[in-house]
């Protein structure tokens, strides 16, 4: 684990007219309400190129999004930044815009995704199924506690960090 710097960034990203796969806004929406000290929350519908001026700002960034086949109730992972050879609207992961940050604005921040576990993804809706509700609330609950304590596991599933924090 290493002490986290003062800056930084969480993006939630994913749709919210696509049932679960608003997971990641809704866990923006939950922390933009009281936001800890020195953390800056974004979200959007997807990531993007430009995402990676906004990383290289700050010294660490969470991404935050659905995982249809993660842990439950939630994934935690280092992101290691890559090169990417080309972009498509709709494929821009967390590692290619870390590597952005890198490469273009000489970013050396560290970042992590954080995957909260779906069920529901197939249709139309701006509601969370139950248990991907449940989900995000552990989600939640584990990344504010590491913004507050400015700690971050380089990587574990929820139900590890949720016993580790108490929660």
Known sequence: MNPAPQRTLVIGFGNPGRLDDGLGPAAAAALEADPPAGVTVESDYQLTV????AVAGHDVTVFVDADAAGPEPFGWSRVAPRTATGFSSHGVE???VVGLARDLFGSRAGA???GIRGYRFD???ETLSPPARRNLDAAVAFLRHALESRVFPDA???AAALTETGG
Do not use: I
């Open 94 to 96: 967390p590692a290619d």
């Open 156 to 158: 574990t599933d929820g």
């Open 50 to 53: 430009e995402d990676a001026h």
């Open 123 to 125: 249709g139309f809706g």
């Open 112 to 114: 992590y995704l954080l």
